[in-house]
């Protein structure tokens, strides 16, 4: 997968505290690992503001936790429910900083945080031996969130709920197409083929 935070093929509108996310975002790499010519946006819009008292926790039954996760492990992640839901603005002001080779491993670090680890990706000192313990440099992290313009830009993409027609997370956007919610590796494949044939 190629990040690029300029120009790209694909946008990818997510919150690290969105189950789903972390499984399309898993699908994404999965498709792309032998595309490494098409570039792909990560946009972290967080969870929809006008529904702020949605919790995973308290809204989803054992049920479905246990879907997810049959699901995650046929795609070889972890998802455990989170023990509690936490502000993720801490870990999205930092995803342009990692750079386009380290955000990817960034993004995949953080997800796995929440869902696997149960880590409060909201404390920095936890999220920053967290992040030491699966090889990312922590000091981007302490950098960008002591630099005001990170959390301006962060701010900025939640509004893309209300300005760039996001009805759901995680969105996929190809060109004029788009797919969200609960994406398939189905779904990812007939979004991506216009892009995949050209190459």
């Known amino acids: 997968m190629l990040i690029s935070f300029d120009s790209s093929d694909i946008n990818f509108y997510f919150s690290f505290q969105d189950p789903y996310c972390y499984l399309a975002w898993v699908l994404l ?6 595309f490494d010519s098409i570039k792909v946006k990560p ?3 967080g969870l929809n503001p006008s529904n702020n008292k949605f919790s995973y926790r308290e809204s989803w039954g054992g049920m479905r936790w246990l879907r997810l996760a049959k699901e995650a492990q046929s795609l070889g992640i972890t998802i455990n429910k989170p023990l ?7 870990t999205a002001r930092c995803i342009p900083n990692y750079g386009a080779s380290g955000a990817e491993y960034y993004i995949s670090s953080i997800f796995k945080a ?6 409060d990706i909201s404390i920095t000192h936890s999220l920053r031996y967290f992040l030491q313990s699966e090889g990312n440099d922590s000091e ?13 830009a962060f701010e900025a993409q939640t509004d893309f709920w209300g300005k760039k027609r996001i009805r759901a997370i995680p969105t996929i956007e190809v ?6 919610g609960y994406i398939t590796k189905k779904h990812l494949e007939d979004i991506l083929r216009s892009l995949t044939d050209k190459i």
Request: no cysteine.
């Open 175 to 180: 060109g004029n197409e788009r797919i969200a």
């Open 84 to 90: 509690e839901i936490v502000s993720e603005n801490l």
């Open 43 to 45: 946009i972290n819009i």
């Open 140 to 152: 981007v992290l302490v950098n960008a969130s002591n630099d005001p313009k990170t959390l301006e």
């Open 29 to 34: 790499q999965n498709s792309l690992k032998d």
């Open 114 to 119: 929440e869902f696997t680890n149960n880590i």
